[in-house]
């Protein structure tokens, strides 16, 4: 079975701090692994995309890793601000139109 | 300007009813996509439909329907509204279907 699973599933770090979000897949196969991050009563937002050859891609603050062989990515927030708090979700494409949400990790940054 | 929209952003309707939501996109996109996102936050595709070949997730009940007049509007049609129906159901759309997909905003549904 195709699962998603993100960890922590909540955090609280304080404002300016980095942190780490953890996402391990089974999917399979395996075509690209992609971060968003949703706002509350919003729709998610696309921050990294990465494919099987990709390990690491940035955007900004965020830098997302992927490790293929474990099956393992992670999104790091480097000087993490107000705003970026939200929901982080990773989404893991395999196949055609095989597409698996993680339940999110609920990031909460405080002054 | 509103690349993904939705509308109605909330939606309460009793039981049994049959409502309907519409979304647009001005992205130039070929392919969308309705997700529902329940309480627990689990997004779930529901249907993705390009070149008018619909791709139904097979854990959707058939009360679900979408209609894609034309490629920038892809409709969801639900007849006979359940309680368990209620959630947050967004709209999306990508240029082929491994592009990144923008999503709209959601509607909420509440089903009383």
């Known amino acids: 079975k195709n699962q998603v699973e993100q960890s922590p599933q909540s955090l609280i770090i304080l404002e300016g701090k980095n942190c780490t979000l953890q996402?391990?897949?089974?999917?399979?196969?395996?075509?690209?692994l992609r971060w968003y991050k949703q706002d509350t009563g919003r729709g998610p937002v696309s921050l990294t995309i990465?494919?099987?050859?990709?390990n690491t891609k940035s955007n900004g603050r965020y830098t997302a890793t992927l490790d293929a062989d474990t099956k393992q990515s992670s999104l790091h927030i480097t000087a993490s601000q107000l705003s970026d708090s939200a929901s982080y979700i990773c989404?893991?494409?395999?196949?055609?139109?095989?597409?698996?949400f993680g339940i999110g990790t609920k990031l909460q940054v405080i002054p | 300007d509103t690349a993904v929209s939705q509308t109605p952003k909330y939606l309460v309707t009793q039981m049994g009813n049959d409502k309907s939501i519409k979304c647009e996109q001005n992205?130039?996109?070929?392919?969308m996509y309705w997700y529902k996102q329940d309480s627990k936050k689990f997004l779930k595709i529901m249907f993705s439909?390009?070149?008018?070949?619909?791709?139904i997730n097979e854990t959707v009940p058939n009360r679900f329907s979408p209609k894609s007049p034309d490629k920038a509007h892809l409709n969801l049609h639900i007849n006979s509204l359940e309680l368990g129906d209620s959630a947050v159901y967004f709209c999306?759309?990508?240029?082929?279907?491994?592009?990144?997909?923008?999503f709209g905003q959601g509607t909420r549904l509440t089903v009383v």
């Open positions: 992205l130039g996109h070929d392919t």
């Open positions: 439909y390009n070149n008018k070949e619909l791709i």
């Open positions: 990465m494919t099987f050859s990709e």
């Open positions: 996402c391990n897949y089974t999917v399979s196969p395996f075509s690209n």
């Open positions: 999306a759309s990508s240029l082929g279907r491994s592009g990144e997909a923008f």
């Open positions: 989404v893991v494409s395999g196949g055609y139109q095989k597409v698996t």
